[in-house]
């Protein structure tokens, strides 16, 4: 966003809490002790520099060095083997990302490049066992090195179908078990194309969201020329540890009613299954570049919202609608990263999979829109630690009463990407298929999962649906139906947002 003045609003211009952990970790390289803390109580850079001015940084706990031994599994990853069902692919759960990469960089850069990128991010080493019947992470010695393809002896007209499959023979690629988590191939085009591409493939239990932005910012710098990328963040075995502090205190502790009130509420989506069909969908469709600005920008200071705030809203009018009910729970994803839990770690340059998952009770019944937006977003307030004490009260703790997922349909904002990728990059988003990320076989979030991102500008929504519980028109219908109500919404809050905005009593402490 330009021009940004040092009074305008951190969260009006589109921010959000994914984008504080990037502030954090640039302002922390540039010599200031930014949190993402700070970010959240002082929205404006005249604040936060007021803020921030003569305080000392606090010692950050960080483990430097090529790391080995034993990591313990965060909660999300026991959430994964434990929802690991007969016959799902126990390596093939990935996330990726291709690029677009200048013609004239040579294989020795790159490589180069992703030695030191490996070097630094332990997580990408990680390796699995299953030892007297439950799954341990170690960090292992393989270190994987960068592997090219070339296209050879085909048309221009073929290069996607190249692409995607050769990617989708690496996404099929990673072993766990054997320290393959990841996978680093430089695509050559020949002269099918003006730039070649680079695929990153990594298993979703050593990656996250945030992490996607920290490997990428690196590899940009590295790739530029940057060989000095400065000390490593705290480790994942330092947040495991620091979670079993969190474990004990009576901070934690105070939150089970809450969490097993929450969880046994049990208002479940209808199912329709049978339908005749079985495996994994997933519903595309986009809000216009118009509608996504006016979401980021816009709406929120209308009743001062987060993005998470309206699309929350969003899906429990679309959902109640169709379902009926007054009330449901999802599941929620968040980043994970909430430093105030564990004081003394920075997560802001780390790699691995942070996030938190945790049951919210959407209800209400609001007929009016507003009222419906200032309800969630008074909701959402009220979750102690921003939900990452669910997962350590079920899977540190072994709480009683918190087993088994309470919930039939996943959510979880991804963030914005594509925006600092583009402008001549040496290294940009290349938007060709990358293969099936996941394996037939994986079940996990009940009967739907809504992913939803802001990618180059443009608003995306992923509705996967169980084709076994409900028919593809369904899927479709509420996919487009939350767009709907969406825009709804956005519009709704741009009207109040002209006539000045209006507060909510979780702005007021």
Known sequence: VSPVGTGDNFFSLGGDSIITIQVSGRARKAGYDVRPRDIFRYQTVSLLATAVTGRTAGAVTSEQGLLSGESGLLPIQRWYFEGLGDGAPLSHYNQSMLFRLGRGVPSGVVRTAVGALVGRHDALRFRYELKDGAWRQYYGEHLPELEEEEMTGAGGSSLEGWIEETCGRYQRSLDIERGRVCRFVLLRTGGHDAADRLLVVVHHLAVDGVSWRVLEDDLRRLLEGGADLGSKGSSCREWYLGLEGYAGSARLQGQAGYWQGISEKGMRLPDEGPTGGSGWSVVRMVLDRDGTSALLQGAGPAYNT?????????????????SGLDGIVIGLEGHGREEAVAPGIDLGHTVGWFTSLY?????????????????????????????????????ICGRDGLSGDPWDVVFNYLGQFGGSADGGSLLSHSR??????????HRFGGGMVVNSAVQDGVFEVYWGYDRGR?????????????????NEIISHCLEVSASGGRPTPSDYG
């Open 306 to 322: 987060e993005i998470n705030d309206l699309l929350l809203s969003a899906l429990y009018r679309t959902l109640g609608g169709w």
């Open 359 to 395: 049951p919210v009770l959407l209800e209400g019944g609001y007929a009016d829109t507003g009222d419906l937006v200032k309800g969630t977003k008074e909701m959402l307030r009220r979750v102690p630690d921003k939900g990452l004490g669910y997962g350590v009260l079920r899977y």
């Open 432 to 441: 060709e298929g990358r293969g099936p990320e996941t394996g037939e076989g």
């Open 470 to 486: 409900y028919h593809p028109s369904t899927a479709e219908g509420l996919c487009a139906r939350y767009l709907e109500v969406l």
